[in-house]
């Protein structure tokens, strides 16, 4: 049997990672990270600093990490391109916030509980 040991690390909602530590976390290439930031999957926090894609040096939040792993399963599977991950990634990131949304009005009328 072999064991592999792997590092834990608690992800704080105010940690901020930049594009390198995104794509050492992911496996995915910087230059991919960016692709998806041009096409508007990911969003950084300094993204309206006026600069070139090419040398920005972005950070994101720390809701990027498991956004860009979601992406690499993604492109591990399904062997997509930028364009088709961007679409991806928003319709699943837009799907979160719809159970999100109907979790929070089903709390507030308990009530109406649907049975599934």
Known sequence: MKVELTDAQWLSEHAEVSVEELAELSGLSPELLRELVNY?????????????????????????????????????????????LSVALTLIERIHGLEAQLQDLRSQFPTLRVKR
């Open 40 to 84: 508007g999957a990911l969003v950084p926090i300094n993204a309206q600093v006026p600069t070139n894609a090419e040398t920005a040096q972005w950070t994101f939040t720390a809701d990027c990490v498991v956004a860009v792993r979601t992406v690499s399963r993604l492109r591990e599977d399904f062997d997509l391109d930028a364009n088709a």
